[in-house]
């Protein structure tokens, strides 16, 4: 089998890998530079705290345990020489600072419980013995021990790298511009400026431009960017030991609404630097940094974490989220046109569910049983119909 994957970056790479492991033949074709795309503007939580029970929930289980293999896979793989790409389970832990955020909080928390997840609540003391700077202003916090985090630009090359070790070529600077079909309305390959591309299959995974990208194949998929904004603050002694999030979080995942929204999530990473996300807005393709957005990051953060008002803001940076309208990934064959697939839509998420939505792929061309179902997450499923033009 012969496959092109349009993106490079962390859907299609790791995609890229588990298809050319299984021994299928890989070409990833990349309009700019690998791993230049959302997957390097965003942060890398690997989580199941915010997700409620659900598809997506059963998806991101899948893929934290996947995590730990394929890191391992990847060490042994490309060697001591390549960095690190800081994979580590340090755990959430989800605040409320309002009363009237304390009940939702818990009774989210144990709904999750009865889909498998492990979310302890625990008392003030307790959270400040987990993180001893945090506001005591605190009205309840859950404990998520399976929530990690990875640096998403680094897991993004070694998948890449892995990925090429295991066969799949890898052509840079060049946009796909059009599909090549046949007589039957079938989906055979791609067409860039320079070359002509056959294949059995075709996975679009480029990101919050899938939606641009499916258009020109023939069979728009209604991906939309979701604009956030990061704050980096200079490096520091580590003060903030895991992943902490105010209870808002939660809600603005889910939302539909265009307007702005942030809540705080507030993370250190290996460097010594904090991460300070995250917002979020539909606002198409526009790249300003926007200093209101900026300012209400930094005081939801401080509410959580006082000490950070003294500290100092390195850089700002933001990215697009591949947002679509029923906020569930799409993965899988277009039942509207053969040859055409997806693997796109991870909104907020994609890197964490990267290596999952891999894993369902090769499952899929290859006809092996997939380890969940992947029919929540098919092209063709009824949430996503009302989005879908029929193709003449
Ligand atoms: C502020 C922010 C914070 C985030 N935090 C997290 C987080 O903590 N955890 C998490 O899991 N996720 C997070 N995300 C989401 C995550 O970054 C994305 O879901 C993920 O990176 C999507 O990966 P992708 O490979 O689909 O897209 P991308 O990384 O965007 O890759 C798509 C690629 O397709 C290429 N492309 C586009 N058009 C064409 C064309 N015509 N021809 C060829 N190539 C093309 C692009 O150049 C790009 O390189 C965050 C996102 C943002 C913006």
């Known amino acids: 089998m012969n496959v092109i994957i349009i993106g490079a970056g962390i859907i299609g790479a790791a995609t890229a890998r588990s298809l050319a492991l299984a021994g299928i033949t890989v070409t990833v074709v990349e309009r700019g530079r690998n ?179 499916s258009r020109h194949l023939g069979a728009r998929l209604p991906v939309k960017p979701r604009r956030g904004m990061v704050l980096v603050t200079a490096r520091m002694p580590h003060r903030i030991r895991h992943k902490v999030y105010d209870g808002d979080y939660v809600g603005a995942v889910g939302s539909n609404d265009a307007a702005l929204q942030t809540s705080s999530v507030v993370e250190s990473t290996a460097a010594g630097t904090v991460l300070i996300g995250s917002s979020r807005q539909q606002i198409g393709f526009d790249p300003t940094l926007q200093v209101a957005v900026l300012r209400e990051l930094a005081r939801k953060a401080i509410g959580l974490f006082p000490f950070l008002g003294e500290m100092t803001v390195m850089r700002s940076y933001g990215g697009f989220r591949p947002f679509v309208p029923d906020h569930l990934p799409v993965i899988g064959a277009d039942p509207r046109m053969p040859g055409l697939w997806h693997a796109a839509g991870h909104e907020g998420a994609g890197i964490g569910l990267s290596l999952a939505t891999a894993e369902l792929l090769r499952d899929l061309l290859t006809g092996a049983a997939p380890a969940i179902d992947p029919a929540p997450f098919s092209p063709g499923r009824a949430s996503l119909a009302p989005y879908l033009e029929s193709v003449a």
Do not use: H
């Open 35 to 213: 791993a230049g795309g959302t997957s390097s503007a965003g942060e890398g939580n690997l989580l199941v705290s915010d997700k409620g029970p659900g598809d997506e929930l059963r998806l991101a289980q899948y893929a934290s345990r996947l995590w730990p293999v394929v890191c391992a896979e990847l060490a042994d793989d490309l060697g001591r020489a390549f960095p690190s790409i800081e994979f580590e389970r340090k755990g959430g832990l989800v605040v409320a600072t309002t009363e009237d955020g304390a009940g939702p909080l818990l009774d989210f928390a144990a709904r999750q419980r009865a889909a498998g997840v492990v979310a302890t609540p625990v008392d003030r003391s307790q959270a400040l013995e987990l993180e001893p700077e945090l506001t005591p202003a605190m009205t309840a916090a859950v404990f998520y021990p399976e929530d990690a985090q990875v640096q998403p630009v680094i897991a993004t090359e070694a998948l890449i790298a892995s990925a090429r070790r295991a066969g799949a070529t890898f052509i840079e600077s060049e946009p796909v511009l059009a599909g090549i079909m046949d007589a039957l309305g079938n989906l055979v390959g791609i067409r860039t400026a320079r070359r002509e591309l056959r294949a059995d299959a075709v996975i679009v995974a480029a990101g919050p431009w899938s939606g641009e990208v």
